[in-house]
């Protein structure tokens, strides 16, 4: 079985030192995206090699070195079956295990990535993928705060939720109700997201909290 690929917070493979940024890009992108067409991929990465074409090759030659279950490539096209900590994320995320997310979100998609000869395609596509992963797990949190019976399990859970480091600024419905949990239990973070929405031009208030979804059913015991 291939090594896990990492992309969370760094972009290596577990148990391997081939650090190659180039190459390991590739592994990322195949697995997120899934089997691509060679050709696509060759212009994709190199579009201002002479021969964006062998280059893509050298790359699959150097993974393949570095193990030979890395990447297979036919002539029309590349695909990778090694595992990823951002498949797993997203899978975390659908069970709610939000733990288990947090466990295995390290920092943003490919934060440490230095390469600064990307086409402008490719870019959009890391900031896109960044953005997405970060904004699902700012949004689970908020879900599983929405859904908690106790204010100050609902405040920690807001506060980690505008913790999340890569993500698009928040909306208004989201800063609006993070702030009421987080201001409810006096949470210090209160301070930080009213200032983040002051700053967005949204003034917040600090009303009483949400009551849980059984607080108001009279035929409710506990």
Known sequence: MPPRLFTLGQLSLAGSDFRR????????????????????????????????????????????????????????????????????????????????AGALYRGPFLATLTLGDLSEELEEW??????????????????????????????????RAFRVIGTTPPLPEQLREGYRWLSAAQHPDAERVRQEAQELGLKLAAPNPPRPCWAGNANWRG
Do not use: H
């Not at 090759?57 to 090694?82: F, G, H, M, W, Y």
């Open 21 to 100: 940024e180039k190459p390991l890009l590739l592994l990322a992108y195949l697995c997120v995206q899934g089997p691509q067409v060679r050709r696509n991929v060759a212009r994709l990465f190199w579009p201002g090699a002479a021969d964006p074409m062998n280059s893509l090759s050298v790359a699959v030659a150097q993974l393949r070195r570095a193990a030979p279950d890395l990447i297979e490539a036919s002539e029309t096209q590349v695909l990778t079956r090694l595992t990823d900590d951002a498949a797993a994320f997203r899978s975390a995320l659908q069970r709610a295990e939000l733990e288990v």
């Open 126 to 159: 890391i900031m896109t993928t960044r953005e997405g992963l970060a904004d699902a797990y700012r949004s689970a949190l908020l879900t599983a705060a929405r859904g908690s019976a106790e204010a100050q399990a609902a405040a920690e859970l807001s506060a």
